[in-house]
T-cell receptor
Framework: IVLTQSPGTLSLSPGERASLSCRAS???????FAWYQQKPGQAPRLLIY???YRATGIPDRFSGRGSGTDFTLTISRLEPEDFAVYYC?????????FGGGTKVEIK | QVQLVQSGAEVKKPGASVRVSCKAS????????IHWVRQAPGQGLDWMGW????????NSPQKFQGRVTMTRDTSIGTAYMELTSLTSDDTAVYYC??????????????WGQGTLVRVCS
């Protein structure tokens, strides 16, 4: 399953709302979709699993939704520490796959 | 707390093999699958496969089959990933990840710190 993330880069200011998209080439079960955040020089961190469940310690400004082939990660109000690269992942079928990433940068 | 600690950076010549270790702590090693993912410089994430620490069973995508071997030593809570016939395209940071509890396909809630493998002549 190919995951296509858009946009490639999102330029926003702190306090703004960010909306990241991930589109799948085939239908994905909503229990089998996740989002990760990666900062430079660090390993990715799980943000959202099963489409809409926040991982342990993830603030509630992060939310996920979607179904079928279209999924969205929303950051309600960007904090300085949120500027990073975000990846989506599907685990509905093997091989497990990731999207190409969306970079959220400071405008 | 859950921790995955990987072995250090490696520099290899083309054609060589590399083995990366991943020591787990803070949870029951045999209760969760271990996956491996790699990330080439400036690129995205590429899933390499999983190992079931209980049975030793493995699965990897076709692109790595025949070149990747995943093993584990339950007595010391450590997983290993060996990649053979290295080329410059294998230069990447390799991560081990904790997968699902007794399920192969999952999201990944804990990641190792990453191991940089450089392949150069």
């Amino acid at each position: 399953i190919v995951l296509t993330q858009s946009p490639g880069t999102l330029s926003l200011s702190p306090g703004e709302r960010a909306s990241l998209s991930c589109r799948a080439s085939q239908t994905i079960g909503s229990s089998y979709f996740a989002w990760y955040q990666q900062k430079p020089g660090q390993a990715p961190r799980l943000l959202i699993y099963a489409t809409s469940y926040r991982a342990t310690g993830i603030p509630d400004r992060f939310s996920g939704r979607g179904s079928g082939t279209d999924f969205t990660l929303t950051i309600s109000r960007l904090e300085p520490e949120d500027f990073a690269v975000y990846y989506c992942q599907q685990y509905t079928s093997s091989p497990l796959t990731f999207g190409g990433g969306t970079k959220v940068e400071i405008k | 707390q859950v921790q995955l600690v990987q072995s250090g950076a490696e520099v290899k010549k083309p054609g060589a093999s590399v083995r990366v270790s991943c020591k787990a702590s803070g949870y029951s090693f045999t209760g969760y699958y271990i996956h491996w993912v790699r990330q080439a410089p400036g690129q995205g994430l590429d899933w390499m496969g999983w190992i079931n620490p209980t049975t030793g069973g493995t699965n990897s995508p076709q692109k790595f089959q025949g070149r990747v071997t995943m093993t584990r030593d339950t007595s010391i809570g450590t997983a290993y990933m060996e990649l053979t016939s290295l080329t410059s395209d294998d230069t990447a940071v390799y991560y081990c990840l904790r997968g699902g509890q007794l399920v192969a396909s999952s999201s990944f809630d804990s990641w190792g710190q990453g191991t940089l493998v450089r392949v150069c002549s």
